[in-house]
């Protein structure tokens, strides 16, 4: 892999010898992945964060997940209060990366039945580790806009690795419309498998960018 300050100087020199008017750009796929590295590394916030506003400590309150020491609470409990804490993430993160015109048209159908399917898929991950490792988890605060398709990731703040992550991607079949394939990936295999929650069709207009 290339280095990033090689990337960088490339970029430079490019822009400098075309007078600005070709501006190399990194493949989608490439810049989600750097995207998730940093979102991963910048991330060291407890769960149970500062509060900013009335608004969110009032919604905080009603969670479960008023932990103040982890350690004391069974696996059980940890699991239940981390898979409440992962079906909330997710229902606002998507709402955030949707944007107004998309939310508008798909939110209720995923948070209904994809948010809630990606927290089960959690739980079953975290069924098979023990309460410390457990105790380590935390998610990503940064859905990718445009066309990239992360909403959210699971991970280890301990390691810094990731878990599980909860994903859409846009499906155009020829001759057909345009699709919203939601899916995760899991660290138990890998993320060599696609597990698919739900696809949602959008029509047959192109749809608007993540975030638009």
């Given at each position: 892999m290339i280095p990033q300050w090689i990337r960088k100087s490339l970029v430079a020199c490019v822009a400098v010898?075309?007078?600005g008017t070709v501006i190399p750009t990194l493949p989608a796929h490439y810049l989600d992945?750097?995207?998730?590295?940093q979102n991963?590394?910048?991330?060291k916030a407890p769960i149970i964060a500062s509060r900013p506003d009335d608004k969110s400590a009032s919604k905080l309150e009603q969670s479960s997940l008023e932990i103040v020491d982890r350690s004391s609470l069974s696996k059980a409990e940890l699991i239940n209060r981390l898979s409440t804490y992962v079906l909330d993430e997710a229902k606002n993160q998507g709402t955030e990366k949707f944007g107004a015109r998309i939310s508008a048209k798909i939110?209720?159908?995923?948070?209904n039945q994809i948010a809630p399917a990606f927290a089960e898929a959690f739980r079953n991950v975290s069924n098979a580790h023990d309460s410390s490792w457990?105790?380590?988890?935390?998610?990503?605060?940064?859905p990718t806009p445009g066309l990239g398709e992360r909403i959210m990731h699971v991970y280890n703040k301990k390691t810094g690795k990731e878990v599980i992550k909860l994903h859409v991607r846009r499906d155009h079949p020829p001759l057909d419309g345009y699709y919203f394939n939601f899916h995760y990936h899991t660290a138990l295999d890998g993320f060599q498998k696609h597990h698919e929650l739900k696809t949602i069709y959008w029509g047959k207009n192109m749809p608007p960018k993540w975030k638009a």
């Open positions: 010898l075309t007078f992945k750097q995207n998730d590295k991963v590394q910048g991330s939110n209720g159908q995923y948070a457990i105790q380590e988890l935390e998610v990503t605060h940064a």
